[in-house]
Every structure is written in structure tokens, then in C-alpha cells.
């Protein structure tokens, strides 16, 4: 657990000034944040018109890794907030001419930036952005990590928290479990963060052993390798997109073998709770993580997800940069 004194993400007040990873953060933030999303969920839904929160500011997203479901998504919630976005693929720009990433956010910062959305395929480099504006001097700009190599997505911890939450209203007596390749994802890093830090007193990780980081358990999670067993009476079912694009050597033997072991089924649902809701961050990879008729079925819950994301992201610009709620 990072020291509040030491903890970059806030400032001396203990309020939020970066989003960099759930890891380390106070429970009444993570509170704030779910409840301050609440409101902006018919703005989210269209149901009502955008606000002027952040009207004036801009957000640049920088996005050095494509991801076009967490791009849109950020770039909604900005602008339902009345911001000024500018989206940057940076694969396709300053960073293929030999720029480095310090120097591009400098100069963007040039351009009177508020607020940084950064995913990036190298651990650590929103941090790095972070540090680099605090040593220069302008702490002013905010950072929002969108994902960073295999170590946070914590926007998406969070909009899976506040879909829980949704549904089961309290987290102090759920079991919930988190399937598929652990070891190389964001996600389930900031999940387990984030439940765990919400007091949710059975997190269980469900994996083969080839897909498991060396020590989880010191997580505060329990590890299971049969996925009927791990399934058995759970509240919650979080699934996770096999990371191939991380891989490195023969982790799997095949997509359909994994299917087979790991995919979530319509039978194996049926070992968790009648009431069970299934999550997934998406995209879906169908017939590998994932059944067709489990992903478009009555427990899941994979397309409202979608919308309290915005919820969510707007909370947390709004936070950061549009002041207190």
C-alpha cells in the first residue's frame, strides 16, 4: 500500500490530482468517484443534455497504443462535460519521426493542456508523464492512465466496480471471481485492487498456471485452476480477453483447448449463483473466452458496462479538473 504523504495521485490535501492506478488509493476515494458517477448516468444515456463542467479545458487524449472502445469512451465523456478533445494516435505521428515521449508531452503541453488521457503498451509511463510535469512545473495538468502495458487500467476497475455495485448495491458479502489471463492483464490488476480495497471479502482468480503472475495470492486473492470449482457459488463473474498481443512462447495450446478449460459456458455458469452477473471489459473473443449464448444472455452484463464507463470517466474528470462536486 503506497503512503498517502508519498502517493503522486494526490495531492497534500489528500484529494485526487492524478488517475495513474487504484493500487495504493483510499477507499473514500474510490467511493467519491462511484457516487459522483451516479449522476452523469442519464447524461451517459443520452437521457439528458451535456453539462459545462469542463467547459474551457482541454483534454488531450494521447493514445500510443490503439484502443478505439477506451478512446471513444473518454472522448464522450469529455465532451458530454463540454470540454475541448483532441485525440492524438501518436503510433501514426510524433513518435514514429523519433520523438520521444517526454518531448511530445511537452510540447502539447505548450498548447495549454488540462488534462492528459494516456494508454501507452510500456508499464509505468503515465507515472513517468506525471513526474515529469510535477518536475517542471505544471502540476496543473491532470493524467488519467487509459491503460499502461500489463500494470492498470484503472478507469476500467472502476467502471466494473461501479457495475457491481449497480447490481448488487453492497460489496461487504459478494465472492467474486476473475477468469482467464491474469498474468498479462491491466484489468484484472486494477479489479483486484479495487475489490479488495472495497471490502469484498472472497476475490478468486481462475486461471491455468501459464497465465497466473508468480505470487498472486499475496494479492489477497485465492487461486483456483478448475474452473468449475472456482465458479461454485459465486456472486460475480468477471472474464478477461486472452492478451495474445503480450504474449511471449507457448502459453496455451490452442484457443479451443483454453475454450474448453476456461470458456465460460451456459453449464458452467449454472455451478455460480442463480443471480450471478457476468462481466467482461471487452472486445470478446467469442467461443474462446466466452459463449455466445452466456454473452448475450439474461446474466450478462456486458453492454450496460459499456455506458457507466462514460458515467465513470466523466466522474473522474470531473474530479480532477472541473473541481469539487
Known amino acids: 500500500m503506497l503512503d498517502r504523504q508519498k502517493n503522486p495521485q494526490l495531492n497534500s490535501h489528500g484529494e485526487l490530482k492524478h488517475l495513474l492506478t487504484i493500487e495504493g488509493l483510499p477507499r473514500e476515494i474510490l467511493i467519491a468517484i462511484l457516487d459522483s458517477a451516479t449522476p452523469f448516468t442519464g447524461i451517459a444515456e443520452r ?8 467547459r474551457g479545458k482541454s483534454v488531450f487524449n494521447l493514445f500510443f497504443e490503439n484502443s478505439t472502445r477506451t478512446r471513444t469512451t473518454f472522448e464522450i465523456a469529455a465532451k458530454r462535460l463540454s470540454a ?6 501518436i503510433n501514426t505521428s510524433s513518435a514514429s519521426k523519433g520523438e520521444t515521449l517526454l518531448d511530445t508531452v511537452d510540447n502539447l503541453a505548450a498548447m495549454q493542456a488540462d488534462m492528459f488521457v494516456v494508454r501507452h503498451a510500456s508499464s509505468g ?10 518536475a517542471t512545473g505544471r502540476e496543473h495538468i491532470h493524467v488519467v492512465n487509459a491503460g499502461d502495458g500489463s500494470h492498470a487500467h484503472p478507469t476500467q476497475g472502476l467502471l466494473d ?10 460489496f461487504t458479502g459478494l465472492t467474486v471471481a476473475i477468469i482467464g489471463d491474469i498474468l498479462h492483464s491491466r484489468v484484472a490488476r486494477s479489479q483486484i485492487h479495487a475489490l479488495t480495497t472495497l471490502g469484498v471479502p472472497e476475490v478468486r482468480v481462475i486461471a491455468p498456471k501459464t497465465l497466473l503472475p508468480t505470487s498472486v495470492e499475496r494479492l489477497g486473492v485465492q487461486v483456483f485452476h478448475d474452473m468449475r470449482e472456482g465458479l461454485r457459488g459465486v456472486d460475480v463473474v468477471m472474464m478477461l480477453r486472452l492478451q495474445n498481443e503480450r504474449m ?4 496455451l495450446p490452442s484457443p479451443q483447448e483454453f475454450f474448453k478449460s476456461y470458456g465460460l459456458t451456459p453449464e458452467k455458469l449454472a455451478l455460480a449463483k442463480p443471480d450471478a452477473i457476468v462481466m467482461h471489459p471487452g472486445p470478446m473473443n467469442r467461443g474462446v473466452e466466452i459463449d455466445s449464448a ?13 455506458t457507466f464507463g462514460i458515467a465513470v470517466r466523466m466522474a473522474v474528470m470531473r474530479m480532477l479538473a472541473g473541481g469539487p462536486a
Request: net charge neutral; proline share 6%; aromatic share 4%.
Open 294 to 306: 452466456v454473452a448475450d444472455g439474461a446474466h450478462a452484463v456486458i453492454l450496460p458496462q459499456v
Open 47 to 54: 437521457e439528458m443534455k451535456k453539462l459545462p463542467l469542463l
Open 161 to 170: 466496480m461501479y457495475t457491481i455495485r449497480h447490481y448488487k448495491q453492497d
Open 84 to 89: 475541448d478533445v483532441i485525440n492524438l494516435n
Open 248 to 251: 511471449n512462447g507457448a502459453l
Open 125 to 134: 509511463a503515465p507515472h513517468l508523464i506525471a513526474a515529469h510535469l510535477a
